[in-house]
């Protein structure tokens, strides 16, 4: 079982920097990709960022491209989301999700093909 803790949430002003981490734990994490999703108070839960675990590949939203990136370090089986020029609509609780399996990238963008997923850690963006 692979168990997934996020971390570096918190209170940042807009236009302002933060970087999550998510640590795979219980076992190595040989899967296929993980990725960033979050969800704001009243919404639905929302795909931020992916990555494909070999490969590297990455994909994101839409509202992030070019403010945020994905990245990830195998040898730590941690995954990374440095977001930069963060805006109030940011605000949310972002959780990390892992995906064992190749199921068509196509899919990343959506919770489908993730099997693990984190607590989630509050990114607040204040005006």
């Known amino acids: 079982q692979v168990q997934l803790v996020e971390s570096g949430g918190g209170l940042v002003q807009a236009g302002g920097s933060l970087r999550l981490s998510c640590a795979a734990s219980?076992?190595?994490?040989?899967?296929?990709?993980m990725a960033w999703f979050r969800q704001a108070p009243e919404k639905e839960r929302e795909f931020v960022a992916a990555?494909?675990?070999?490969?590297?590949?990455?994909y994101y939203a839409d509202s992030v491209k070019g403010r945020f990136t994905i990245s990830r370090d195998n040898a730590k089986n941690t995954v990374y989301l440095q977001m930069n020029s963060l805006k109030p609509e940011d605000t949310a609780v972002y959780y990390c999700?892992?995906?064992?399996?190749?199921?068509?990238?196509?899919?990343?963008?959506?919770?489908?093909?993730?099997?693990?997923w984190g607590q989630g850690t509050q990114v607040t963006v204040s005006v």
């Open positions: 999700a892992g995906s064992e399996y190749n199921q068509g990238d196509y899919r990343l963008p959506t919770p489908v093909p993730y099997e693990y």
């Open positions: 219980g076992r190595t994490f040989n899967g296929y990709a």
């Open positions: 990555i494909t675990w070999s490969r590297g590949s990455t």
